[in-house]
């Protein structure tokens, strides 16, 4: 019996790829009685139903989480929601800033709001590594969204409805994701951009994603963040794995982008625990009687970046991993 089996579960921006991924995974291995697909695109939605085959426990509610109204309808007797509703681009964000503050953040308070209302008893929201001492808007959306979501335990008044984050890299294969663009310029002869030789970044598979968040719901106290202990990758090794001898060429670093990512700060490692696969920051200020997990202190001074990783994949595991996403 699985984590959701017999629940009711809803998930914003269920038509992305980590929430067709998370459906799926579901309906195939935990029975719930009913999962809600949250999201703003009709055609997305249609699509997803013909690819899931149609399953009677999925519904499909037309929404954004801009609007809190129809956020407390969808909630009505969920029992789980994971907020992976978000814009992404790191680039647009620098063009449209308040966007992304009245999607990432507003949003995320009508989660907050409407599970609360609901009576939902357990919320997880998506984060990124770009919420770690972030630069760019996007970022620093996230991290406010963070914010949001751990001290909506404070926030939640009498309600038993509990609030945590899962923050992690990028996602191979995800939509957005480099590989399929550099496989599309790959395929063409083209060499591959590569906007700085230097950069690293942390890499995490989409099956992979969605057994921590699964795994991090059940232990969930309220208000941690957890954060996977997962590989780095150099930008130039899976350039030269997905287009061996194919070459390079330069190209200006986007605006907002870091040479490498950080998933914990230094600030941040006061407050954490590691455990056997995982790290935990903890509440800031756990108002309540805390019944999260356990763990070892990180040593003093500790930071969680994708260039002092001590976990990397050789080119060899990034060609086997770009080549599973063609089967």
Same mark, same amino acid.
């Given at each position: 019996?699985?984590?959701?089996?017999?629940?009711?579960?809803?998930?914003?921006?269920?038509?992305?790829?980590?929430?067709?991924?998370?459906?799926?995974?579901?309906?195939?291995?935990? &029975?719930? &009685?009913?999962? =809600? =697909?949250? &999201?703003?695109?009709?055609?997305?939605?249609?699509?997803?139903?013909?690819?899931?085959?149609?399953?009677?426990?999925?519904?499909?509610?037309?929404?954004?989480?801009?609007?809190?109204? +129809?956020?407390?309808?969808?909630?009505?007797?969920?029992?789980?929601?994971?907020?992976?509703?978000?814009?992404?681009?790191?680039?647009?964000?620098?063009?449209?800033?308040?966007?992304?503050?009245?999607?990432?953040?507003? #949003?995320?308070? %009508?989660?907050?709001?409407?599970?609360?209302?609901?009576?939902?008893?357990? /919320?997880?929201?998506?984060?990124?590594?770009?919420?770690?001492?972030?630069?760019?808007?996007?970022?620093?959306?996230?991290?406010?969204?963070?914010?949001?979501?751990?001290?909506? %335990? %404070?926030?939640?008044?009498?309600?038993?409805?509990?609030?945590? !984050? =899962?923050?992690?890299?990028?996602?191979?294969? &995800?939509?957005?994701? =480099?590989?399929?663009?550099?496989?599309?310029?790959?395929?063409?002869?083209?060499?591959?951009?590569?906007?700085?030789?230097?950069?690293?970044?942390? *890499?995490?598979?989409? $099956?992979?994603?969605?057994?921590?968040? /699964?795994?991090?719901?059940?232990?969930?106290?309220?208000?941690?963040?957890?954060?996977?202990?997962?590989?780095?990758?150099?930008?130039? $090794?899976?350039?030269?794995?997905?287009?061996?001898?194919?070459?390079? /060429?330069?190209?200006?670093?986007?605006?907002?982008?870091?040479?490498?990512?950080?998933?914990?700060?230094?600030?941040?490692? +006061?407050?954490?625990?590691?455990?056997?696969?995982?790290? !935990?920051?903890?509440?800031?200020?756990?108002? *309540?009687?805390? #019944?999260?997990?356990?763990?070892?202190?990180?040593?003093?001074?500790?930071?969680?970046?994708? $260039?002092?990783?001590?976990? *990397?994949?050789?080119?060899?595991?990034?060609?086997?991993?770009? %080549?599973?996403?063609?089967?």
């Amino acid at each position: 019996m699985g984590f959701f089996s017999g629940a009711e579960v809803l998930v914003t921006g269920g038509t992305g790829s980590f929430g067709q991924a998370f459906v799926r995974r579901l309906v195939e291995t935990d &029975s719930p &009685s009913r999962v =809600v =697909v949250f &999201s703003r695109d009709e055609l997305k939605q249609s699509e997803m139903r013909l690819a899931l085959d149609n399953p009677h426990s999925v519904r499909y509610f037309i929404g954004d989480v801009r609007d809190r109204r +129809r956020l407390t309808r969808a909630m009505n007797g969920i029992d789980y929601v994971v907020h992976a509703a978000a814009l992404k681009q790191v680039d647009t964000a620098e063009y449209n800033p308040f966007e992304y503050v009245a999607t990432n953040i507003g #949003g995320s308070q %009508n989660v907050v709001d409407a599970s609360i209302d609901a009576g939902v008893k357990k /919320v997880i929201a998506l984060s990124t590594d770009k919420a770690s001492s972030p630069i760019n808007l996007y970022g620093a959306t996230k991290l406010v969204a963070d914010k949001v979501f751990q001290s909506a %335990n %404070n926030y939640s008044g009498r309600q038993d409805t509990r609030f945590s !984050v =899962v923050r992690y890299g990028n996602v191979m294969g &995800s939509r957005g994701s =480099v590989v399929p663009y550099f496989k599309n310029l790959a395929e063409q002869g083209h060499p591959l951009p590569i906007t700085d030789p230097r950069m690293t970044r942390f *890499w995490i598979s989409l $099956d992979q994603a969605v057994d921590f968040v /699964v795994s991090s719901f059940s232990m969930m106290g309220g208000g941690e963040i957890f954060v996977p202990k997962i590989p780095s990758m150099k930008i130039t $090794d899976l350039a030269d794995a997905i287009f061996p001898g194919g070459g390079t /060429v330069p190209s200006e670093i986007r605006p907002g982008e870091k040479l490498h990512e950080e998933m914990i700060s230094e600030d941040d490692s +006061r407050r954490t625990i590691e455990l056997e696969d995982r790290y !935990v920051i903890l509440p800031t200020i756990p108002n *309540w009687t805390y #019944g999260g997990p356990s763990g070892t202190e990180v040593p003093d001074g500790f930071g969680y970046r994708s $260039d002092t990783n001590s976990d *990397w994949l050789t080119k060899e595991e990034l060609r086997a991993f770009s %080549n599973a996403l063609d089967t």
